[in-house]
Each structure stands twice: as structure tokens, then as C-alpha cells.
């Protein structure tokens, strides 16, 4: 079973829809989640961490569900610059290296 | 904004040589990791580096890599004798302390001819 496992997508919505992504993980001594975006070809920046009891920031909304070893992302009003590679990525308890999903593609059509 | 830098953008190098790349760290940071990631795959964690040592590695960080922090603001990863299947995006990273988020560079394209 892969350790943190993304639906890939590609996932084409129109401009102000709202997406949702899911991410499932593996290892319950998970502790730390993040959201990261990616462009092609470039780097992952941070999104957003994702707290036990979500958190929310602008359009976006992360929920963490420990029970089930379950994260999502809320994406609302999507805007043509959200459409990018969204990275679910998880830390162990004591570990240092982040642990990547493989990411969904998301493309804002206008 | 501070940031992660990266040099060089892209490097090509005959198969079996050996390669630097460098990275600078923002400056307050503790924590510095190097990840790759192939082309169409995902990222991959290779390595982090706290107060002077290796704290971490995977099973991709063998003996033909090496970390080194030569000085107070550039962290290395070398690679001794490159293969092809090395060829892949390497991303340095650093963080502040060893469990919050890390911040990346913009990548050393390495392609291995």
C-alpha cells in the first residue's frame, strides 16, 4: 500500500467551481500534513499545513480526519491561477523528510 | 521573502561523472533536506542534514551520495559517479526546526547523457 495515496485526476473544472481533493495515508504515526502545490516543472510550495481540527485560508480549506487516516482539500471560487499539481504530504512522529503523494492535476478551464 | 536558492538551474553530465549541485538555505533555518524527483513521478526524500551530520537518509542516498555544508551558507549534494537513471529534478529544502513545514528551491534539472 502506498504510503500517502492521491486520486492523480486530471481533474478540469470550470473557473469559480468548487474542488475537492482527498488523500489517504498509510501510517497512523503520521503527525505532521500539508498541502503543497506544484507547477510544471517547478517547485512545491506550501499551501497550507493542515490542523486536527481544519483550518482555512482565503479559498481554501483543509480537514484532517486521524480516524480514518484522511485529508482533504476544499478548493472554492477556483480561480485560472489555481490550476496546478496539488501535493498531499505527510511527516512521521520523529522523522525529519516529508512524505509526498503523487499529486492530482488540476486544471481551471475559463 | 527569503528563499531557498538553488545553482546550477540545470546541469548535463556524461554518465560516470561526478557532480556538485548547491543550494543555500534560508538563513535561519536548521534543517536542510534534498529530495529528487523524476520525471512524471513523485518526490522523493534523499536526505536531511542537522547541526552538521546526516539525521535522516532513504534507501536512494547510498554510498554514491554525500551531503556537506562547507561552510555558514551552502549545503552540496554530490554525486560521485553518475548513472542515468540519476537524471531527475534534485530540490534542496530547509526548515526551520525538524517538524514544520520545508521550504524548497527551484531545482537543479540534472540530466545524465
Known amino acids: 500500500r502506498k504510503e500517502v495515496e492521491q486520486d492523480p485526476g486530471p481533474f478540469n473544472v470550470p473557473e469559480g467551481a468548487t474542488v475537492a481533493f482527498n488523500c489517504t495515508y498509510s501510517?497512523?504515526?503520521?503527525?505532521?500534513f500539508f498541502w503543497y502545490r506544484q507547477d510544471c516543472r517547478k517547485e512545491p510550495k506550501l499551501l497550507m499545513s493542515v490542523y486536527s481540527s481544519g483550518n482555512e485560508d482565503g479559498r481554501f480549506t483543509a480537514q484532517l480526519n486521524r480516524a480514518s487516516q484522511y485529508i482533504s482539500l476544499l478548493i472554492r471560487d477556483s480561480k485560472l491561477s489555481d490550476s496546478a499539481t496539488y501535493l498531499c504530504v505527510v511527516k512521521l512522529r520523529g522523522a525529519q523528510k516529508l512524505v509526498f503523494g503523487q499529486g492530482t492535476r488540476l486544471t481551471i478551464n475559463p | 521573502e527569503p528563499e531557498v536558492t538553488q545553482t546550477p538551474s540545470h546541469q548535463v553530465t556524461q554518465m560516470g561523472q561526478e557532480v556538485i549541485l548547491r543550494c543555500v538555505p534560508i538563513s535561519n533555518h536548521l534543517y536542510f533536506y534534498w529530495y529528487r524527483q523524476i520525471l512524471g513521478q513523485k518526490v522523493e526524500f534523499l536526505v536531511s542534514f542537522y547541526n552538521n551530520e546526516i539525521s535522516e537518509k532513504s534507501e536512494i542516498f547510498d554510498d554514491q551520495f554525500s551531503v556537506e555544508r562547507p561552510d555558514g551558507s551552502n549545503f552540496t549534494l554530490k554525486i560521485r559517479s553518475t548513472k542515468l537513471e540519476d537524471s531527475a529534478m534534485y530540490f534542496c529544502a530547509s526548515s526551520v526546526v525538524g517538524d514544520t513545514e520545508a521550504f524548497f528551491g527551484q531545482g537543479t534539472r540534472l540530466t545524465v547523457v
Open positions: 501510517n497512523s504515526a503520521s503527525q505532521s
